[in-house]
């Protein structure tokens, strides 16, 4: 599956932003989606997770309460919305899918996913 990543932009702190993984050359509901993020010179951070079918998911510690992710499978995209955000979120975020069609796995490690998109930029000033 082919992932594009979009919705990123210059934001204020406390503002809202919503960003969008569309996804093609596969059947997007046989796989769980993960959304990443990335700073210079450090390792990519884990944000959330989504099973193929809504089901399950997990947030990293950093985001929950302000981060939802969310899916739509006749669409084809996966989703996640971003509020409240800081300048620490401030990154290049990328979503990532992972072929498998299990429930209540969690795949919360960047190496567990063979698919990434491109990336998208975050700027959050203060």
């Known amino acids: 599956v082919q992932l594009q990543a979009s919705g990123g932009g210059l934001v204020q702190a406390g503002d809202s932003l919503r960003l969008s993984c569309a996804a093609s050359?596969?059947?997007?509901?046989?796989?769980?989606m993960g959304w990443f993020r990335q700073t210079p010179g450090k390792e990519r951070e884990f944000v959330a997770m989504?099973?193929?079918?809504?089901?399950?998911?997990y947030y990293g510690e950093s985001v929950k309460g302000r981060f939802t992710i969310s899916r739509d499978n006749a669409k084809n995209t996966g989703y996640l919305q971003m509020n409240s955000l800081k300048p620490e979120d401030t990154a290049v975020y990328y979503c990532?899918?992972?072929?498998?069609?299990?429930?209540?796995?969690?795949?919360?490690?960047?190496?567990?996913?063979?698919?990434w998109g491109q990336g998208t930029q975050v700027t959050v000033s203060s």
């Open positions: 990532a899918a992972k072929k498998d069609r299990r429930t209540g796995v969690r795949h919360t490690y960047a190496h567990y996913y063979p698919n």
């Open positions: 050359g596969d059947t997007f509901g046989n796989y769980y």
């Open positions: 989504i099973d193929w079918n809504g089901g399950t998911l």
